[in-house]
């Protein structure tokens, strides 16, 4: 089992930038496939970075350039660097973790809101 944490979220004018962090516990991350995903009110969930263990990171084309995934294998600990915030990435964001030979992810965090203002 994996427990997942995240923090970091608040309120940014547009423009600046957030780091989440994904802290886990239970078993290493360095083993597993860590997503970031949001979902802003009355929209479905969306992925916006997937960390992989031995390949570049993934990112939608709504966030590339501006969002940035990293892992922490000493802390256990991914993070996910927003730059350039805006309106439109208001959410509330997850990480969640599964393994490489899943595509379902198994293991959520409790999400940490973001808010960003004009």
């Known amino acids: 089992q994996v427990q997942l944490a995240e923090s970091g979220g608040g309120l940014v004018q547009a423009g600046g930038s957030l780091r989440l962090s994904c802290a886990a516990s239970g078993r290493a991350l360095s083993g597993y496939v860590i997503g970031w995903f949001r979902q802003a009110p009355g929209k479905d969930r969306e992925v916006v970075a997937t960390s992989y263990s031995s390949s570049p990171p993934y990112y939608p084309d709504s966030v590339k350039g501006r969002f940035t995934t990293s892992r922490d294998n000493a802390k256990n600990t991914a993070y996910l660097q927003m730059n350039s915030l805006k309106p439109e990435d208001t959410a509330i964001y997850y990480c969640?973790?599964?393994?490489?030979?899943?595509?379902?992810?198994?293991?959520w965090g409790q999400g940490t809101q973001v808010t960003v203002s004009s």
């Open positions: 969640a973790a599964r393994s490489s030979m899943t595509s379902r992810y198994d293991y």
